[in-house]
């Protein structure tokens, strides 16, 4: 256990749907981070938050949307995904967004149909 | 732009060392990272180097070369359960000393075996 949980682990959905993942870390952190990780592909972060503010928008398709009500919850919100968007989203936290240690949650495995 | 190499696939005997090697290019760099990650499982950190030179953290140990743009990991003592991929991850200014990010290698799988 890393301190940060994910929600739904698994979530297949049709690309008319919406659907959005939850993230939440427990450690007292001031950053969040949500990572896409595709297969033969490094982690590539999507989105960065310090202190609730967004910091980082990593030219991520506006099909995905975060949001941080605050600094211990991060959402990512889904609509018309595309099949090449099924991945594992990685969300991690780290205890201000110049800190070198990052800690993963479990992750939530997406297919999209 | 930003780029990092490391092998894809590493394989060692129980009880041997092992070394992953990872070279970087970037701006802004303020050190490496490196992240163990079993399969189905969250990364996982494991070390960071900011100073040139050896980090030693039991029986993991980290190696880097601001000079040489350059870094490795070392693993002793190998271990069936150090059976998982291990991302090096260059740790970079991305607002001029507010806010940082994580740019991931592909990965080294290393596979133990008896």
């Known amino acids: 256990e890393t301190g940060v949980t994910q929600t739904p682990r698994h979530l297949v959905m049709g690309m008319t749907n919406k659907k959005s993942l939850k993230c939440e870390q427990h450690?007292?952190?001031?950053?969040m981070y949500w990572y896409k990780q595709s297969a033969k592909k490094p982690l590539e972060l999507m989105f960065v938050?310090?202190?609730?503010?967004?910091?980082e928008n990593n030219s991520v398709p506006s099909r995905f949307s975060p949001e941080c009500p605050n600094s211990s919850h991060l959402f990512l919100h889904l609509h018309t995904l595309q099949p090449e968007d099924s991945a594992l989203y990685l969300c991690?936290?780290?205890?201000?967004?110049?800190?070198?240690?990052?800690?993963f949650g479990p992750g939530t495995r997406l297919t999209v149909l | 732009g930003q780029s990092l190499e490391q092998p894809s696939e590493v394989t060692a005997v129980e009880g041997a060392i092992v070394q992953i090697n990872c070279t970087y290019q970037?701006?802004?760099?303020?050190?490496l990272s490196w992240y163990q990650q079993h399969d189905g499982g969250a990364p996982t950190f494991l070390s960071y180097?900011?100073?040139?030179g050896l980090e030693e953290t039991g029986r993991f140990s980290s190696f880097l070369s601001r000079s040489d743009s350059y870094g490795y990991l070392l693993l002793q003592e190998l271990q069936m359960k150090d059976s998982a991929s291990y991302f090096c991850?260059?740790?970079?200014?991305?607002?001029?000393?507010?806010?940082?990010?994580?740019?991931f290698g592909t990965g080294t799988r290393l596979q133990v075996t008896l």
């Open positions: 970037t701006s802004g760099f303020y050190g």
């Open positions: 180097n900011a100073l040139d």
């Open positions: 991690a936290s780290s205890q201000d967004s110049v800190s070198n240690e990052q800690f």
């Open positions: 450690l007292g952190h001031n950053a």
């Open positions: 938050y310090s202190l609730e503010e967004r910091v």
């Open positions: 991850a260059v740790l970079r200014d991305i607002t001029a000393g507010t806010a940082s990010k994580l740019t």
